[in-house]
């Protein structure tokens, strides 16, 4: 056997195995590498102080080296007996006796490298975690900006509609009034009569448009109390038809209305009587002179059908895409010249909503419009009262 003595001082560990896989010198190093003392390896094979060294890929390099004399490096991960980890870096080198085996305790290094690894990659899912937390703000920040874009919009036509649409007909209200005021005792009665009916269907107008103003702004704070019950379609739609009587005959319209027997509908009353009631007005309004306008209420499978079919100027499909969606600058004027503000339809698709419904168009341009409003039919159950919150 060789002089190794030589390498008993190094701080780096040494051993030298035989053929045989036994143990023939280990110095201190080694020794406290194995966590052992070199009386416990010397003459002792590895097999015999590492039970299983054998099925390693270290073992398996080792073999090559020693059958084809041939010079290696390896890092080897050990599991001590107490099963703690540790990391050696070995360079192995063939001698007479068998192979020489100098080794480098890297533990602490691997552990910093464990360390910085583990960093690095809770830095990189910190990092993944607060772009996509900049993304979700982005994306909020951007529908934040649409909403404030749209509530500005609705300000915008709020104001208008006030400023325009509202003080028009209040200052006609004001020039009929005065006209009655100052030359009433020179008014025949026909004339009076005529400064009547217009004085009323001014107010109407009026009541109209502010009733829509009142129903949208209370949307628009996203509070809305609904109030479902059950609905006599027949009732609701023998008032409508009072209602627009005066309205449809100035056009000389005919407004009929239909009800099938036992159509009770489940909903908040005033919401559908006001979605049924915007319906026959615009229909009133888009039909010629000597027009027909009907209301018609059906039940089916569960459901009431509310129809108000008329033979008017009729809607394109592009039209009514938009018509549920938007409110317009301007709405389109009727067939007498009447105007709007485009709001009406909108709070009835609102409605319907909020009342479980919906509402579906047909229209052929030139030829007729049907709208029709399907509700939940009313099933005997109880009333129920639902805090509803909405924004347009």
């Not at 870096?89 to 020489?100: N, S």
């Not at 059908?305 to 009727?334: A, C, H, R, W, Y």
């Not at 698709?349 to 909020?354: G, I, N, V």
């Amino acid at each position: 056997m060789g002089n190794y003595e030589i390498f008993d001082g190094m701080i780096e560990g040494v051993q030298v195995i035989d053929h045989e896989w036994r143990y023939i010198y280990a110095n201190e190093a080694v020794a406290r590498h194995a966590k052992l003392s070199k009386n416990d390896l010397i003459g002792f094979t590895m097999m015999e102080k590492f039970p299983g060294i054998e099925k390693t890929p270290m073992f398996k390099l080792l073999e090559q080296c020693m059958q084809k004399k041939q010079a290696n490096e390896w890092v080897n991960e050990f599991d001590f007996p107490d099963s703690s980890k540790g990391y050696f870096e070995l360079k192995i080198r063939p001698v007479d006796d068998g192979l020489l085996v100098l080794s480098f305790d890297i533990s602490a290094q691997k552990q910093a490298e464990d360390i910085i690894r583990k960093s690095n990659e809770e830095l990189e899912e910190l990092v993944k975690i607060r772009t996509r937390e900049l993304l979700d703000q982005k994306i909020l920040i951007e529908a934040q900006t649409e909403y404030l874009k749209d509530l500005n919009n609705a300000k915008d036509k709020f104001f208008n509609i006030i400023a325009h649409d509202l003080r028009s007909p209040l200052h006609s209200l004001k020039g009929l009034s005065s006209i009655m005021v100052e030359g009433i005792k020179h008014m025949s009665e026909e004339d009076i009569k005529k400064l009547s009916q217009g004085l009323q269907t001014t107010v109407d107008n009026t009541i109209n448009l502010t009733d829509n103003l009142i129903e949208w702004a209370r949307i628009q704070v996203q509070e809305f109390e609904t109030r479902k019950e059950k609905l006599n379609l027949g009732q609701i739609l023998s008032n409508i038809w009072e209602l627009y009587r005066d309205q449809a005959d100035k056009k000389n319209i005919e407004l009929k209305y239909s009800v099938g027997k036992g159509t009770y509908a489940f909903g908040d009353k005033n919401q559908v009587t006001f979605i049924i009631r915007n319906l026959v007005n615009n229909a009133i309004k888009f039909t010629p002179k000597g027009g027909v306008v009907t209301m018609l209420a059906s039940s089916k499978k569960g459901n009431v059908d509310v129809q108000v079919i008329d033979n008017g100027i009729g809607l394109t499909q592009s039209e009514i895409e938009v018509l549920f969606t938007k409110m317009e600058k301007e709405s389109t004027p009727g067939t007498a010249g009447e105007k709007g503000t485009g709001m009406g339809l909108k709070l009835c698709f609102e409605f319907a909503k909020l009342n479980g419904g919906n509402i579906e168009i047909k229209s052929e341009p030139n030829r007729s419009t049907e709208f029709k409003l399907t509700l939940s039919e009313y099933q005997a159950r109880e009333k129920v009262k639902k805090r509803s919150k909405l924004a347009i």
